[in-house]
């Protein structure tokens, strides 16, 4: 049962089916291109489109605008202190300005960046920095069955082969993303992060922590991990976090708020002040850094509320509902679920659809023209540079939808799968030069 009540509404639609393909048309049959009033069940992310509560909305009333020296932002700075352990912010307006300060200020032409799986925007970042983009998943991550833990882990043993191959003088950084959003949001034992940054340490690496869903990742560490079966989800996420030199943080994720983000250091860093030079020039004043007063203010009560007890282990059972919804009815999915979404195996459920015509994709397309849900690919179409399986990211956002509208989306994908062999593959008619971002603006249409 839930532990908080709902106090305001927001009308939604499901558009004939008839206005969904034609909005599908005009979108170019990419779902970034939709109007959101014409989607009924918005699962496309969890960046920015959860629910904040009362106590977020009181904080955003009594926000201080002042260009330098916010109350906001010494609340920001005084919850990251508290809750992640960090004792210097620089503020961005999300997690990809937050990026964009810390890459740009370690990574040089010529580099490679290692991470248990680089999302979108990480890699487009290092690839931007001229640096090389290498993923190092445990092998048990690429098995969809596998009943393993902690399929989110770095392996720290490929870390290695690739120091051999590149020189440890070549990898400046080493980042552990929690929990592992590209690797259908598996968990990171704290463990395997002690691990990696013993390997960093090594090698004379910066180990930074990709932490935007830091509290979700802690909850799976109490359920899983014996060592800390004991433990409060707060005390675990400060446990994780406390082995990182730096951490990127998207507050649009476990910040509980709908823009803002953060590259946290430590105190002794002389990383931070490249990282403060970098934020002014690129995001405003290290006060406010992109985000107004009131955000600020919101970000730092959200920070404390995603470690209460209540709310996280909600949050992942909601996913966890979805998971087993889908599964019920038949359709394949990466199992366990993880923390903020469900990814189906579009492989398995449209398997006469060729790699190269983006069964993900068409999947996707298929999820709306049905039911008016939108999600997003996580396969070749999203990152063409990586043999990763065509998944479908379905994200819940925070606090926002209930049960009805799981079993919507359980159905709706049901009703895909039933009529698969209806389902051709796609093809790209427009796209951008940065392949690491395609999916966000290419354009496509389907292969007869």
Known sequence: MRSYKATMVDPVRLLPRED???????????????????????????????????????????????????????????????????????????????????????????????????????RAHVAANGGDPVDCPVEAATDMDSEAPFKGDFSVERGRQVVEAVGEENVPVVVLTITNNSMAGQPVSVENTREVAAFADDIDATFVVDACRFAENAYFVQQREPEFETESVAAIAREQLSYADACVMSGKKDGLVNIGGFVGLREDSELYEQCRQRGILYEGFSTYGGMAGRDLAAFAVGLREAVDPPYVAERVEQVQRLCRALADRGVPVYQPAGGHAVYVDANQALPHVPREEFPGQAFVCELYREGGVRGV?????????????????????????????????????????????????????????MAELRHFSAELRPLD
């Open 20 to 122: 969904r393909e034609a909005a599908l048309a005009d979108a170019g049959y990419n779902v970034f291109n939709l109007d959101s009033a014409d989607v009924f069940v918005d699962l496309l992310t969890d960046s920015g489109t959860g629910t904040m509560s009362n106590d977020q909305w009181a904080a955003m009333f009594r926000g201080d605008e002042a260009y330098a020296g916010s109350e906001g932002f010494a609340e920001l700075e005084a919850a990251a202190q508290a809750v992640m352990g960090f004792e210097r912010v620089v503020p961005a307006h999300q997690g990809r300005g937050a990026e964009n300060i810390l890459y740009g200020a370690l990574v040089s032409e010529g580099d490679t960046v290692l991470n248990n799986a680089h999302f979108d925007t990480t």
């Open 377 to 433: 690919e996580l396969g070749r179409f999203a990152f063409p540079e990586t043999e990763r399986r065509d998944l479908v990211r379905l994200a819940l956002p925070r606090r926002t939808y209930g049960p009805d509208h799981i079993e919507h989306v359980a159905d709706t994908a049901e009703a895909v799968c039933e009529r698969a062999d209806e389902i051709s593959g796609m093809e790209i008619v427009a796209e951008p030069s």
